[in-house]
């Protein structure tokens, strides 16, 4: 292996207490505590899951943490009036609607009813216009997380080849525009693209996030390139024992691994930088709406 490895664990627990700080000081200086309510629709266990260490993950950096769990029978006008109490309840500074939404509920109506300077996953569409005009948003947490650790790695970005591997609203689109806001030379590569191996090895910089186990192999990877690998992806592992499973990520890890300068794995890498990207953009909308100086390196 000669690719450093980078240590998404060991990141976010760095961001989370960046994040603990400024809550400190929010909260002695100015008596002010940060809130997030997160709101799940329905019993996905996988969704329970993730909302369950949300609300951990809030408490332990010293903020309030709402859930508001409802049932999958929930009417649209239900939800849009919760969300109406929580945009306009002031001790309440984050909101996430945790997604995906059951069937009979219109998820773009249900995200853009969400205050936009609440909106602390990014996705209304508002912040989408801001962060594609290069104004000050709310991002995306998981494209955040992972510019954060670019940044980290590499100082700037500046003139750099980065191409992202997937064209989803919640990942790779906003992942483009932060690069391109970084002043990287930025391509968003899809299941459509022509020649993708080629297309990928032009790159310094390669964001994976196309949710298709290990499609990127280390031939596909320029020497000495860093790879962010977003995939999470759960599969067999008979190796481990009849009805094993494993996950792996977008890029196979193994072949890139000899061939990139700097790899984030899976699990381990963007994972842990979600949730913390979530507690530093509730932080940094708390600040925003009581017009206080923003927390430092925890924004775009
Ligand atoms: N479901 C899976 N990931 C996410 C996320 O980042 N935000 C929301 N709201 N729902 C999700």
Known sequence: MSAKIIDGKE??????????DHVTRLVNDHGITPGLAVVLVGEDPASEVYVRSKGKATTE???KSVEHKL??????ADLLALIDDLNNDASIHGILVQLPLPDHLNEDLVINSIDPAKDVDGFHISNVGLLGTG?????????????????DHHGSLSGLDAVVVGRSNIVGKPMAQLLLGDSCTVTIAHSRTKDLPEVVRRAD???AAVGRPE??????????????DVGINRIDAPEKGEGKTRLVGDVEFATASEVAGAITPVPGGVGPMT???LLANTVTACSRANG???????TA
Do not use: N
């Open 61 to 63: 950096a010293g903020m």
């Open 135 to 151: 104004q000050k948003s709310m991002v995306p947490c998981t494209p955040l997380g992972c510019l954060m650790m670019l940044r």
């Open 205 to 207: 910089i390669v964001v």
């Open 292 to 298: 206080l100086e923003e927390p430092e390196g925890l």
């Open 71 to 76: 049932d999958a029978a929930t009417s649209e």
């Open 275 to 277: 949730i913390a990207c």
């Open 11 to 20: 990141f976010a627990l760095s961001v989370r207490g960046k994040v603990k």
């Open 215 to 228: 499609m990127v192999p280390g031939d596909w990877i320029k020497p000495g390139a860093t790879v962010i």
